[in-house]
């Protein structure tokens, strides 16, 4: 089965330190593309940041990044800067067979 | 304007009853989906289209009926309510496979069955 596992619930993060949200996944195919959607409280589902797979190179989106290791499957979003407007869920998510299989979220709250 | 927009954002409806949410796209995709999300669920597929010919079902099709009346529309149906249906129901849209592309979501639309 094709799965995607957020481990951390829930996290918090003061304003301006970086922070770090875990995600591992499974799956049987070779070249796909790799997701970070955020939810804030508006509930809009936002893209953060996307990698490819054969690109060995870590993706980057401002003050976000990632790190992604193929050979451990693990795609780890780092916001570094922290900032209120960050406080969200935010869902890691890869495709099998052209759909998109969501992990659980984590729940990321920025403090002052 | 919202690319991906869905009616209505909030709803609340009676055991029994039937409903439809509506999504309509304007980024020319070929591909559209409804999913629905429940806290500590995450989001989980209920029907998809990749063309208005093509429908098929997700996870959790059971209770639920979508048409695909253009490539600019997609609606979802619940023929007769239920309150384990309360939940956050989001319609997306891709131009590829979401292998390759992108998802882009609606606002959501929040639906209470009592």
């Known amino acids: 089965a094709q799965t995607v596992t957020q481990s951390q619930p829930e996290m918090s993060v003061q304003e301006a330190e970086t922070v770090t949200l875990s995600c591992t996944y499974d799956?049987?195919?070779?070249?796909?593309?790799l997701f970070w959607y955020k939810q804030p409280p508006s509930r809009q589902m936002i893209l953060v940041i996307r990698?490819?797979?054969?690109?060995?190179q870590n993706a980057t989106e401002n003050r976000f990044s990632v790190n992604f290791q193929k050979a451990a499957k693990s795609f780890s979003l780092k916001i570094s800067d922290s900032q209120l407007g960050d406080t969200a869920m935010y869902f890691c998510a890869f495709p099998y067979t052209d759909k998109l299989i969501f992990g659980t979220g984590t729940r990321l709250q920025v403090f002052p | 304007d919202a690319d991906v927009t869905q009616t209505p954002r909030n709803r609340i409806t009676k055991t029994g009853k039937r409903i439809m949410l509506e999504c309509s796209q304007t980024k020319g995709h070929d591909r559209m989906y409804w999913y629905r999300q429940d806290p500590g669920l995450g989001l989980r597929l209920i029907y998809y289209?990749?063309?208005?010919?093509?429908?098929n079902k997700g996870e959790i099709s059971d209770g639920y009926s979508v048409s695909r009346q253009a490539q600019a529309k997609f609606s979802l149906s619940l023929e007769s309510a239920i309150p384990n249906q309360t939940a956050l129901y989001f319609c997306?849209?891709?131009?590829?496979?979401?292998?390759?592309?992108?998802?882009?979501f609606g606002p959501g639309t929040r639906l209470t069955v009592l």
């Open positions: 997306a849209t891709s131009q590829l496979g979401s292998g390759t592309d992108t998802q882009y």
């Open positions: 799956t049987s195919e070779n070249n796909y593309y």
């Open positions: 289209s990749f063309d208005v010919k093509d429908i």
């Open positions: 990698q490819e797979a054969y690109k060995q």
